[in-house]
C-alpha cells in the first residue's frame, strides 16, 4: 500500500511491501520517503532498520495452518466455535472503520504510544470481534496485493474488570488470526504477515509466535531531506522542553 501526506510544506511518502518504486524520482518530489521490504538493498542516502516479522504461508490447508497454531492458540479458538460463547460473532472485511479506529487508538494510547491517524487506516482490511454489539477485539491488516500485513492487533482486554468477559476477550482475539487466515485462503493471498516483533517485548513477541514457528527479516529505509530533518530536530527539541 502506498499512503503520501503533508507535513507542513513537506510531501511525504510511504510504501509497504509495495514493488520497488523508482528511489531517484521521488526523491525530487518528496521529503521524506519510508519504505517497507523483504528485500535487502544498498541505498545511498537511506537509513535502514532490520527486524524479524513472523510469517504464515497460506499456500497450505487451514488444517495445516491450525496445526502451527501453538496449544493455547488452539484450545482457546475451538472455544469459540459453535457458538458456543452466545452473543459472539466475527466479522471479516468489516467496513466500519470509524469503530475500528477508535478501538485501535484507544489500544495505543493505553501502551503508551501516539496514534497513528484515520487516514492511516484507509483501504485497510478489518477483522473484527463483537460481543452481542459492543466491538471488543480487531485485527487491522495492509491488503498488498498477495499479502496482509498486520497494522494492529487490538482489544478491550486489558480494560475489563469482569474475568468471564476478559476471557471471552482472549478468545476472541485469538480467533481474529483464524479468521485472517481462513479469508487469506478463500481470497487467494500467499502469505500472512504478523507485523514485526522486539523480542525484548517478551508478551507481545510470544503472542505473535504463539500462531507461527515461522519469521522472516523485513527492513524500513527512511530518506529525509535537509530541511526536512531539519524541522524534525526543532519539533524534537519543543517536546523535551
Given at each position: ?7 507542513l ?11 520497488w518504486?523508482?528511489?531517484e524520482a521521488?526523491k525530487k ?6 519504505l517497507?521490504s ?14 524479524d ?10 488444517d495445516?495452518?491450525f496445526?502451527?497454531?501453538n ?7 475451538r472455544?469459540t466455535?459453535?457458538?458456543k460463547?452466545?452473543?459472539l460473532?466475527?466479522?471479516s ?12 487508538a ?6 503508551g504510544r ?6 492511516d487506516?484507509r ?7 463483537y ?49 485472517v ?19 525484548a ?10 500462531f ?11 530518506y529525509?531531506?535537509?530541511w ?5 530536530k ?8
Amino acid at each position: 500500500m502506498v499512503f503520501t501526506k503533508n507535513k507542513l510544506f513537506f510531501r511525504i511518502i510511504r510504501f509497504i511491501l509495495e514493488p520497488w518504486p523508482d528511489i531517484e524520482a521521488l526523491k525530487k518530489e518528496y521529503s521524506a520517503i519510508y519504505l517497507l521490504s523483504y528485500d535487502k538493498k544498498d541505498l545511498p542516502d537511506f537509513s535502514v532498520k532490520e527486524k524479524d516479522t513472523p510469517i504464515i504461508y497460506l499456500n497450505r490447508t487451514m488444517d495445516e495452518i491450525f496445526k502451527d497454531f501453538n496449544h493455547t492458540a488452539r484450545n482457546e479458538i475451538r472455544k469459540t466455535f459453535d457458538n458456543k460463547i452466545p452473543g459472539l460473532r466475527f466479522f471479516s472485511d468489516d467496513h466500519d472503520l470509524v469503530a475500528n479506529y477508535n478501538l485501535s487508538a484507544e489500544f495505543e494510547k493505553s501502551q503508551g504510544r501516539r496514534p497513528d491517524n484515520i487516514s492511516d487506516y484507509r483501504g485497510c482490511k478489518i477483522f473484527s470481534a463483537y460481543y452481542y454489539d459492543e466491538l471488543i477485539a480487531n485485527i487491522i491488516c495492509f491488503d498488498v496485493g498477495s499479502i496482509l500485513r498486520a497494522k494492529a492487533i487490538c482489544s478491550k482486554r486489558l480494560k475489563v474488570d469482569q474475568p468471564d468477559k476478559r476471557r471471552i476477550i482472549s478468545y476472541a482475539g485469538r480467533r481474529l488470526m483464524y479468521e485472517v487466515c481462513q479469508y487469506g485462503l478463500k481470497n487467494n493471498y500467499s502469505i500472512y504477515d504478523l507485523g514485526s516483533v522486539n523480542f525484548a517485548k517478551k508478551n507481545l513477541a510470544q503472542y505473535k509466535m504463539s500462531f507461527t514457528p515461522v519469521t522472516i527479516k523485513e527492513y524500513t529505509y527512511t530518506y529525509r531531506s535537509k530541511w526536512f530533518n531539519r524541522l524534525e530536530k526543532i519539533r524534537q527539541s519543543i517536546k523535551l522542553v
